[in-house]
């Protein structure tokens, strides 16, 4: 989702700007400027000052400017922390038992993770995502369901095989999974 609202969000501020940016560089370089443009010509001015005192008097104007300028900020401060957020665990600290520890990389158990929870009976897809910390990560499981299985059955087989197995490998106390769980769109059967 992080990667679908990073593009519209670029590639709406990046047509604003060419498109701003270019009609202002055409008219500047003395184009003829189209009828609903802000600017007479070269040396106009983005607001004179009767466009600025204009408003003066109304009570309701600059509040509502002020207010659509913070929800902007908030909204470019959100984007800004969602980009510096790291969520994908890069390294799992493995106990070896001398005392040192030993570093598996997170998306290699993710790898495995994927490839025991595909190998289970009524499982077609299975994609996993490691968060938390590297001491203790967190699992985040998404299940795509064949037609006749059984989501009981499905998650238990989850965690009693795969997890336990992973958790077991990875020398972890503990590995606390989300698990979402969806089933193949397919037809209906006909039944004669």
């Known amino acids: 989702m992080l990667k679908t609202v990073n593009r519209v969000v670029l590639g709406l501020v990046g047509l604003v700007l ?5 009609s202002v560089l055409a008219v500047g370089l003395g184009a003829p400027p189209p009828s609903w443009w802000v600017h007479d010509g070269k040396r106009d001015v983005l607001l004179s000052d009767a466009d600025r005192s204009r408003w003066r008097d109304e009570g309701w104007f600059w509040p509502t400017v002020i207010a659509a300028l913070a929800v902007l900020l908030l909204l470019a401060l959100w984007w800004l922390v ?5 969520r994908r665990l890069a390294e799992v600290l493995v106990e070896t038992g001398d005392g040192e520890g030993a ?12 490839g025991e929870a595909e190998s289970l009976e009524g499982v077609q897809r299975a994609g996993v995502f490691l968060t938390g910390r590297r001491n203790a990560p967190e699992a985040r499981v998404s299940l795509l369901l064949e037609p006749q299985a059984t989501p009981g059955e499905a998650l238990h087989r989850l965690s009693t095989e795969a997890l336990t197995h992973a958790r077991d490998s990875a020398g972890l106390d503990r590995l606390p ?9 397919h037809r209906a059967e006909r039944v004669s």
Do not use: C, D, S, T
């Not at 969602?82 to 790291?86: D, E, K, N, V």
């Not at 570093?103 to 994927?114: F, K, T, W």
């Not at 999974?177 to 193949?184: G, I, K, N, P, S």
């Open 18 to 22: 060419v498109v701003g940016g270019g």
């Open 82 to 86: 969602a980009q510096l957020r790291r």
């Open 103 to 114: 570093l598996l990389r997170g998306r290699a158990l993710e790898g495995v993770l994927v």
């Open 177 to 185: 999974a989300v698990v979402q769980l969806r089933a193949v769109k």
